[in-house]
């Protein structure tokens, strides 16, 4: 038999391989508990082994697992569409399902650029984003990511969209505080505009709060009604990533709810599908889909596995799951309850600079010395030895980036399934207790 290789992230290291998920845990092969203090990548919202998910699978697999999309529909396809639009805030009545975060972003770039092209405007063609971002891997996707790490093999293929600074109060640019600081990082937006012109710009997407990039960076108030103000003045779209944020991560399904922001096209994954089926979805709103429908009336996108009826069946039974146990209406109190121990953890452990996020999406920033804010060295790579340690103790974290160019500093998210309980949260934090004992004990 020929030698095969299964390629890992990391092609040096092995992996434990797992066995079964049930709740906020995973067990490996050897019998080992994990914590799941991460959902994954902050997907499986609900936790694992969800019997409701796994059936509804099974019974749309009973009928049909596959159908291509541009010969037919399907009953899940139609349900799924119709219940995330009376779950969407405002006129976000459209859904475009594909398969993972990448592809959804992907989307709502090409519908943006298509909005204006249908309306007669062909010149519209950039779209603005923030340094310290991540709106996924595919070329288009990382185009408008602030990520320099993901970004730097592929310079030379990416347009250069990140345009603006992020609202990262820890390290604001400007060494301001809100809401004194008038919100100069989101007026910096004015002034791209004014560079590179309103005519060649389609649209300006942002994570409402910061994930992989920044380790849960959460704006102040005033932020975002600053930006879509901006946008709005100056005939742009505004795209909001939700692929981390929605599906209530943070609480109500967008997370821009939390600022009474509307967007005018949403950009769903992860806790969609809750990691039961690869599901992610461009939503886009009535008044951006009318000069299309007048139009070519074709959304120039798709993929083979858009609008799957297996993947579909999982999203609406994750909708009705999270509708039926109520689980949005207990996050706050949950992500209040995790925040105060966190910010009891920080107190113990110098290294800990800052505890934010919104929801239950939260994140852990690590400096040398808390007054003057300076990162580790990277030599050290103190994230990858966090989650290491937290791995090897039981619990697992997701790393993140750091530092204003999103390469210096070190970050964690913590972003445990919606579900997860009281107690589970208490053990939570023990585990993290004794993992950042372990990473003192290592650094010497
Ligand atoms: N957008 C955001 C905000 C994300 O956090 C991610 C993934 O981490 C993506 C897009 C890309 O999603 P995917 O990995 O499913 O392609």
């Known amino acids: 038999m020929r030698p095969s290789y299964l390629i890992k992230p990391a092609l040096d290291e092995s992996y434990p391989e797992i066995d079964y998920g049930k709740g906020t845990y995973l067990f490996d092969k050897d019998g080992k508990k994990y914590l799941d203090?991460?959902?994954?990548?902050?997907?499986?919202?609900?936790?694992?082994?969800?019997?409701?998910?796994?059936?509804?699978?099974?019974?749309?697999?009973?009928?049909?697992?596959?159908v291509y999309r541009s010969q037919f529909t399907s009953e899940a396809a139609e349900k799924l569409a119709e219940k995330l639009s009376d779950s969407l805030p405002g006129d976000l009545n459209w859904s475009f399902f594909v398969n993972s975060g990448s592809e959804a972003t992907e989307t709502a770039l090409k519908i943006a650029i298509q909005y204006w092209q249908e309306k007669g405007v062909k010149s519209k063609t950039k779209i603005l984003s923030r340094w310290v971002s991540?709106?996924?891997?595919?070329?288009?996707?990382?185009?408008?990511?602030?990520?320099?790490?993901?970004?730097?093999?592929?310079?030379?293929?990416?347009?250069?969209?990140?345009?603006?600074?992020?609202?990262?109060?820890?390290?604001?640019?400007?060494?301001?505080?809100a809401p004194d600081c008038g919100y100069l990082c989101a007026k910096e937006l004015e002034g791209a505009i004014k560079r590179i012109g309103a005519d060649h710009i389609a649209a300006f997407i942002a994570e409402p709060v910061i994930g992989a990039a920044g380790g849960a960076i959460s704006p102040p108030e005033g932020y975002y009604e600053t930006i879509k103000k901006?946008?709005?003045?100056?005939?742009?779209?505004?795209?909001?990533?939700?692929?981390?944020?929605?599906?209530?991560?943070?609480?109500?399904m967008l997370a821009m709810e939390h600022w009474n922001v509307i967007p005018d096209i949403v950009a769903l994954g992860k806790g969609m599908g809750a990691g039961y089926a690869p599901i992610a979805a461009t939503v886009v709103s009535d008044h951006v889909m009318e000069p299309i429908l007048k139009g070519s009336k074709v959304i120039m996108s798709g993929h083979t596995l858009s609008a799957n009826p297996q993947s579909c069946a999982a999203a609406l039974a994750v909708l009705q799951y999270l509708e039926d146990n109520q689980i949005l209406n207990d996050?706050?109190?949950?992500?209040?309850?995790?925040?105060?121990?966190?910010?009891?953890v920080k107190n113990k452990f110098s290294f800990i600079g800052d505890v934010r996020g919104k929801g239950l999406l939260l994140g852990l920033e690590f400096v040398k010395l808390p007054a003057s804010k300076i990162p580790f060295d990277q030599s050290v790579k103190l994230t990858e030895l966090v989650v290491k340690t937290g791995r090897e103790h039981g619990i697992l974290l997701y790393p993140a980036?750091?530092?204003?160019?999103?390469?210096?500093?070190?970050?964690?998210?913590?972003?445990?399934?919606?579900?997860?309980?009281?107690?589970?949260?208490?053990?939570?934090i023990a585990l993290l207790k004794?993992?950042?004992?372990?990473?003192y004990k290592t650094l010497g």
Not at 434 to 439: A, H, P, Q, R, S
Request: aromatic residues 8%; proline residues 7%.
């Open 401 to 428: 980036g750091a530092g204003l160019d999103g390469l210096s500093g070190d970050a964690v998210i913590i972003a445990p399934p919606l579900t997860i309980t009281k107690r589970e949260i208490d053990e939570l």
């Open 134 to 177: 991540y709106h996924g891997i595919t070329l288009g996707a990382l185009s408008m990511s602030g990520h320099p790490g993901r970004r730097a093999r592929f310079v030379p293929l990416l347009e250069e969209f990140p345009t603006i600074s992020p609202p990262y109060c820890y390290r604001c640019p400007y060494q301001k505080s």
């Open 434 to 439: 004794t993992t950042f004992i372990e990473v």
């Open 331 to 344: 996050v706050e109190s949950k992500s209040v309850y995790l925040k105060n121990r966190l910010d009891q």
């Open 37 to 66: 203090a991460a959902s994954g990548a902050v997907t499986a919202n609900i936790g694992h082994g969800v019997p409701e998910i796994i059936l509804a699978m099974h019974e749309q697999s009973k009928r049909v697992s596959f």
């Open 230 to 252: 901006i946008c709005d003045d100056n005939n742009i779209l505004f795209i909001a990533d939700e692929v981390m944020t929605g599906f209530g991560r943070t609480g109500p």
